[in-house]
Each structure stands twice: as C-alpha cells, then as structure tokens.
C-alpha cells in the first residue's frame, strides 16, 4: 500500500477514526455526570502521522496552477495558526471534567467531517465510474 497511495482507502481510514472519536465522546456525554470522570478525545494529529506512516507518503494539496492557493498564503490571509491544543479548564466539585457545550461541539465537527469524508468518497467514485465509461 504504501507504494500505491489510495484516496478511497485514506477516506475509509478517516471514517472509522470519526466512527472511533464519536464513540468516545459520546461516552463523555455519557457519563457527563459521574463523579471523578475525565473527559477524553481522540489525537489528530496521530491519526494523521499514522495514515501518513501506511500512505508512505504526507497528504498534501499541489498548486497546479499560478492562481491557486497555497496553504501558506490561506495560513497568513486568516492569522490561523495550526497545532494548537486547548486543555478543558472547567471541572465540577466532584472533580467530573466534561464540559457538556464543548462535548456537543466537538460532537458536531464531527459529523460536519463525516459528511465531507462522505462527499468526498462519493466524488472519488463518480470519477471512476466516469473514466470508466469515457474508456469504452
């Protein structure tokens, strides 16, 4: 695999990781109310070293053109800075650190990522299918 990098095969890999991040914060929500919780989530960037390590090779948009956009010039348009991790600061008196606002937002990025990962899929496999009924 790591000599034949596959689309479809990175898209399916980041579908079951968001299966895998909405598992765990479902749990968080969960347990929203048990004494002593920790709210947990899955690393990003993790999941992106490790699909890097199988794909042999980093993810990244190429410019194929002068008038694209390249990640820097969007980085220095939006003052965005990347790798930033934020702790959770709340915690109730019986020490459960689950903050219900930010599980439900985390919850809905999400699903926002699902349905890009599904579109994108979707996209992968009407090119196929177009290339194969232009090669008849």
């Given amino acids: 695999m790591a000599n034949n990098p596959n689309l479809l095969s990175a898209l399916a890999q980041r579908m079951d990781w968001l299966g895998q991040r909405q598992h765990v914060l479902s ?3 969960a347990n929203a109310d048990t004494p002593k919780f920790k709210a947990r989530d899955l690393d ?3 999941f992106l070293r490790a699909l890097t390590r199988e794909m042999g090779q980093p993810l990244r948009p190429t410019a194929t053109h002068g008038a694209h956009m390249t990640n820097a010039s969007l980085e220095s348009r939006s003052g965005a ?3 930033e991790l934020r702790g959770t600061y709340e915690s109730s008196p019986t020490g459960n650190s689950v903050v219900l606002e930010e599980q439900l937002i985390l919850m809905n990025q999400v ?3 699902h349905n890009m990962m599904t579109r994108l899929y979707k996209k992968q496999v009407d ?3 177009m290339a194969l009924r232009g090669a008849r």
């Fill in 27 to 29: 749990n968080n929500i």
């Fill in 44 to 46: 990003e960037a993790a």
């Fill in 81 to 83: 800075k990347t790798g």
């Fill in 111 to 113: 699903q926002a990522d």
């Fill in 127 to 129: 090119m196929i299918k």
